[in-house]
């Protein structure tokens, strides 16, 4: 519990940053605080679990080859405006676990205008990502009889604790989705 106080309390602290116009630094924090490779809020994940990345042509003639499906390089951060888990001129790769989490995600675009790519990680490549899902999987019965799966089981059920502020943070709607500012 005090572990998930200490964490609202860091996420309090980079929303006053940023809100305070201290981008950088807001930033700086969040990457030191919540994506160590020890952190309890990254999950490595393998080579044989699909991630999608989705994107709204502007015309039907228009196509996107490999490299737009990938973020936005960082000699274009000018485009990058700020969204749910965006901010402006940071250059980042948001994927999701389906095609209809991107869809959704976008605010559920017309179909015939979506380009949607698989991304997989070569094969013995693990990766650390913020992980903000919430599955039936992450309820946890902790009783066994078996004490390393227990202790599994608990170790799971305190990073789902843990990542519960932030993933609330990040599902709060913003005042106004056409302002060029979003809170």
């Known amino acids: 519990l005090e ?19 201290k981008i950088g630094q807001a930033v700086e924090l969040m990457r030191d605080r919540f994506t160590s490779e020890e952190s309890m809020f990254t999950d490595d994940i393998s080579s044989t679990i699909p991630m999608y990345r989705a994107r709204v042509q502007d015309s039907l003639c228009m196509a996107f080859n490999v490299k737009d499906m990938f973020h936005v390089p960082f000699e274009k ?7 749910r888990f965006s901010i402006t001129g940071y250059p980042c790769l948001y994927l ?8 959704e995600e976008m605010h559920k675009p017309i179909l015939d205008n979506l380009s949607v790519s698989r991304f997989l990680l070569k094969n013995g490549i693990q990766k650390n ?5 919430w599955h039936s999987t992450t309820i946890y019965d902790l009783d066994t009889n078996d004490d390393d799966e227990q202790n599994l089981r608990k170790l799971r059920a305190l990073r789902l ?11 709060i709607r913003t005042f106004d989705p056409e302002a060029p500012f979003k809170e």
Not at 7 to 18: A, M, R, S
Not at 77 to 83: E, L, Q
Not at 96 to 103: P, T, V, Y
């Open 3 to 21: 572990r998930v106080k200490m964490y609202c309390n860091q996420l309090l602290e980079i929303y006053d940053l940023y809100m305070g116009g």
């Open 77 to 83: 951060r000018g485009k990058i405006v700020n969204n």
């Open 96 to 103: 999701g676990m389906s095609i209809l989490a991107c869809w």
């Open 129 to 133: 990502i913020i992980n903000l899902c």
């Open 161 to 171: 604790l843990q990542r519960y502020p932030l993933m609330i943070a990040c599902s």
